[in-house]
């Protein structure tokens, strides 16, 4: 399955921004989907997935204030960002994998799947 994300872009400390991911190649109801963020000198971080049943989880940074969904007739997965600050600016890369427990979505690296990225800056 190939992954495009869209989306990004600046905004001011209290926006929001909605940033999608197109699946394409494959359906992706079949996989299960998710975010992560790097910011610069950082490691790149889990942002929030979502399982082909729906249930969603996120990390403690964005809990509240950010929400993942999936539009499975779309091919498509959203994160929708509310209440940004400075330290949500990173770019935010989307993933997907088919074999996923829940233990292991908090790994990047056990994503077989990852689209190209794209740039969040929130200004102060």
């Known amino acids: 399955v190939q992954l495009q994300a869209f989306g990004g872009g600046l905004v001011q400390t209290g926006g929001s921004l909605r940033l999608s991911c197109v699946a394409s190649?494959?359906?992706?109801?079949?996989?299960?989907m998710g975010w992560f963020r790097q910011a610069p000198g950082k490691e790149r971080e889990f942002v929030a997935t979502?399982?082909?049943?729906?249930?969603?989880y996120y990390s403690d940074s964005v809990k509240g204030r950010f929400t993942i969904s999936r539009d499975n007739a779309k091919n498509t997965m959203y994160l929708q960002m509310n209440s940004l600050t400075p330290e949500d600016t990173a770019v935010y890369y989307c993933?997907?994998?088919?074999?996923?427990?829940?233990?292991?979505?908090?790994?990047?690296?056990?994503?077989?799947?990852w689209g190209q990225g794209t740039k969040v800056t929130v200004s102060s």
């Open positions: 993933a997907a994998d088919s074999r996923l427990i829940l233990s292991s979505i908090y790994t990047w690296s056990n994503y077989d799947y």
């Open positions: 190649g494959r359906s992706a109801s079949g996989y299960t």
């Open positions: 979502v399982f082909r049943g729906r249930n969603t």
